[in-house]
Structure formats: structure tokens, C-alpha cells
């Protein structure tokens, strides 16, 4: 079963810094494109970061300068740095992966867009 798992998330006050991480396991045998994403309250999940396998980011507006996001494919692993945080940072922060090709009985799969449970970013003072 392939499945992503965030930690970092926690209370950070206004103008901290945090890092967010992702692992993916599983049989992967590779992964296209991860992304972070996020959910405040009473709002509609978001883009916050997207990363391929050769390095290309893209950033919403509202992180570009403040977020840097980087992965380690040998790891399988997502990392989202957050500094200069905001109260509008303030989300569940959930790992995306699109384009994950999988092994099983010795098949390559591919697989559906994954999602992670999500890890709390609170943005307070």
C-alpha cells in the first residue's frame, strides 16, 4: 500500500519559521509531481507548492519568497520550509502525489492521486 505521512506541523508565532516533511512509502518506484496543499477553516483547499521529479517549482503568490520547498526522491521525501509566517498561514497542511508508479507482484502500477492525513500549521501569538 502506498501511503504519504506529514509531521512538523505545530504552533509557530507570527514571523517564526517551520518545516514541514513528507514521507511516501510503499513499493514506489517513482513519483511525478508532490505538492503541499492547505485547508483553513470554513475555506476551500488550496495549492500551496508543487515540485516534479526533475526539480520544478511553482508557488502560490501568497508563500512565494517566504516558502521554499525541496525533495529528496532517493528518500521519498517532501519538505516544505516555512518562514516568515503569517496568521493566514494558519491551515491543515496536507502532501499530494500525482503520477506515483508503484510495484506489485512484480507489475508497475499506477497508481491514484495520493493525499496525506493532513498536519496542523497554527500561525499564533
Known amino acids: 500500500q502506498v501511503q504519504l505521512v506529514e509531521s512538523g506541523g505545530g504552533l509557530v508565532q507570527p514571523g517564526g519559521s517551520l518545516r514541514l516533511s513528507c514521507v511516501a512509502s510503499g513499493s514506489i518506484l517513482s513519483i511525478d509531481v508532490m505538492g503541499w496543499y492547505r485547508q483553513a477553516p470554513g475555506k476551500e483547499r488550496e495549492l500551496v507548492a508543487t515540485i516534479t521529479s526533475g526539480g520544478s517549482t511553482n508557488y502560490a503568490d501568497s508563500v ?10 532517493a ?3 517532501l ?5 516568515d509566517v503569517k496568521p493566514e498561514d494558519t491551515a491543515v497542511y496536507y502532501c499530494n ?12 502500477i499506477r497508481s491514484p492521486e495520493i493525499w496525506g492525513q493532513g498536519t496542523l500549521v497554527t500561525v499564533s501569538s
Do not use: C, E, H, P
Open 64 to 73: 512565494k519568497g517566504r516558502y521554499t520547498m525541496s525533495r529528496d526522491n
Open 75 to 77: 528518500k521519498k521525501t
Open 79 to 83: 519538505y516544505l520550509q516555512m518562514n
Open 97 to 108: 502525489a500525482g503520477g506515483v508508479i508503484f510495484s506489485r507482484g512484480g507489475m508497475r
